[in-house]
């Protein structure tokens, strides 16, 4: 069983609609969450980090974390076709640790 | 305020050959280190670097091996490739005393083996 698990997809949704993006784990010792966004053939970009439990907002991205039940999730608002792309779930036991990735999940979003 | 820059972006090896790849970290940060993405994968850790060593290493052969200069550059190192070790190769930089410790990536240099 892999440390971090993640849909590959592909998720594809029209334009103005809502995204969730998931990943769980199994090692009860991640505390710091990351969501990175990688276009074709570039490198990941941070979209989104969080520590510990809770919810963090900004502009159209929302991220999750539920430490209990070993899940994280990313809310897109109002997909644009430019946020087609592949999103990555990475996580660390502390925050100079090495990342766990999970595979990304491919999202395509259609005008 | 530069990211983090890698070289070259792309390169074409055979099989045996040995290949170095650099990274110049975004301005600020001490910490550089190197992750491999085949195609259709997550990173994968490589090792990371901090004051000019190895702090850890992740599941990789010994045939990868780094480098870190006193200006917190890096290289990484690859000997005897194998095919399978086509892939991109990333480059991440983050700050030590960071309470976060939020790494940038560059964009990567991708490695063809022939």
């Known amino acids: 069983q892999k440390e971090v698990e993640q849909d590959p997809g592909p998720l594809s949704v029209p334009e103005g609609a809502i995204v969730s993006l998931n990943c769980t784990y199994s090692?009860?010792?991640?505390?710091?969450f990351m969501w990175y966004r990688q276009y074709s053939r570039k490198g990941p970009e941070l979209l989104m980090y969080?520590?510990?439990?809770g919810n963090k907002e900004d502009g159209r991205f929302t991220a999750q974390v539920d430490k209990s039940s070993k899940y994280i999730s990313l809310f897109i608002r109002d997909s644009q076709p430019s946020d087609s792309a592949t999103y990555l779930c990475a996580m660390s036991v502390w925050n100079t640790d090495k990342l766990i990735f999970g595979t990304g999940t491919r999202l395509q979003v259609f005008p | 305020d530069a990211g983090v820059t890698q070289s070259p972006t792309h390169l074409i090896k055979t099989r045996g050959q040995q290949v170095t790849l650099r990274c110049s970290p975004k301005?600020?940060?001490?910490?550089v280190s190197w992750y491999q993405q085949a195609l259709g994968q997550g990173p994968q850790f490589i090792f990371q670097?901090?004051?000019?060593?190895?702090?850890q290493r992740g599941n990789f052969p010994d045939r990868f091996s780094g480098h870190q200069f006193p200006n917190y550059s890096s290289e990484l190192n690859v000997n005897a490739l194998l095919l399978g070790d086509s892939a991109l190769y990333l480059c991440?930089?983050?700050?030590?005393?960071?309470?976060?410790?939020?790494?940038?990536f560059g964009e990567g240099s991708r490695l063809t083996v022939l």
């Open positions: 991440a930089s983050s700050l030590d005393s960071s309470s976060s410790g939020e790494l940038f």
């Open positions: 301005s600020g940060h001490d910490t």
């Open positions: 090692n009860s010792a991640f505390q710091y």
């Open positions: 969080t520590y510990s439990s």
């Open positions: 670097y901090y004051e000019e060593e190895e702090r």
